[in-house]
């Protein structure tokens, strides 16, 4: 059962336009919400975050939305630029739960010049 | 400032040896700390967590096991390899209290041939 899903496993976008990368989830109990990006071998960094009392998060070029009725988050990248591509994990907590994150499967960003 | 170290990077291995991969967290104390594997080409699943020297948790039956023999330090091992066993792990951490994003290593490659 995986509760954290990224749809599209691949996204290519050109240079200065916004991308897009969509997140579903099924426990009503996360109430953290993650993304993370990751190049080729080397680990995961933290991106931006969302609590679940809120429905947007803005830190520069990156936005993301919450939308708990419909169990959806969203990043936005605004301009996106060619240093963005990687892959882009959406991962959800409960802090009743230690902290553990669950991750999707990831989404890879390919920004073209 | 917090820093963690994950060794070695990279690791092939020949089935059926053991298996001992290191984490190590310096700049804090009482972490919460977490395993991670990435397969080939699926998202971040989580191993073991621990919450303190001794606890550990562990998220799905596996050929593996975790032990937490130090405050800041997480091993992850292995008696007898299996083929199933390649792929990216990674190491994190967490404050033991309050809700944070995970902080992650840079992760091993394991090849099992």
């Known amino acids: 059962d995986q509760q954290v899903k990224q749809n599209s496993p691949s996204l290519s976008v050109q240079e200065g336009r916004i991308s897009i990368l969509n997140c579903d989830y099924t426990n009503s109990m996360f109430d953290y919400f993650l993304w993370y990006k990751k190049y080729p071998a080397e680990g995961p960094t933290f991106l931006i975050s969302?609590?679940?009392?809120?429905d947007k998060n803005e830190d520069g070029r990156f936005t993301v939305f919450l939308n708990k009725s419909a169990k959806h988050l969203s990043l936005h990248i605004v301009p996106s630029q060619p240093g963005d591509s990687a892959v882009y994990f959406c991962a959800a907590s409960s802090t009743s739960n230690t902290g553990k994150l669950i991750f999707g499967q990831g989404t890879t960003l390919q920004v073209k010049p | 400032s917090q820093t963690i170290h994950q060794w070695p990077a990279t690791l092939v291995q020949p089935v059926g040896s053991p298996l001992s991969l290191e984490c190590t967290v310096e700049?804090?104390?009482?972490?919460?700390l977490y395993w991670y594997r990435q397969a080939a080409g699926r998202g971040l699943q989580l191993l073991f967590y621990s919450v303190g020297i001794g606890q550990i948790s562990s998220e799905v039956p596996q050929n593996l096991s975790a032990s937490r023999p130090q405050d800041r330090q997480f091993i992850l091992s292995s008696k007898k390899l299996l083929l199933s066993d390649s792929g990216f792990y990674l190491c994190?951490?967490?404050?033991?209290?309050?809700?944070?994003?995970?902080?992650f290593g840079n992760g091993t490659r394991l090849t099992v041939t």
């Open positions: 969302i609590s679940s009392i809120k």
């Open positions: 994190a951490w967490s404050p033991g209290t309050g809700w944070s994003p995970l902080h």
């Open positions: 700049g804090t104390s009482n972490p919460n």
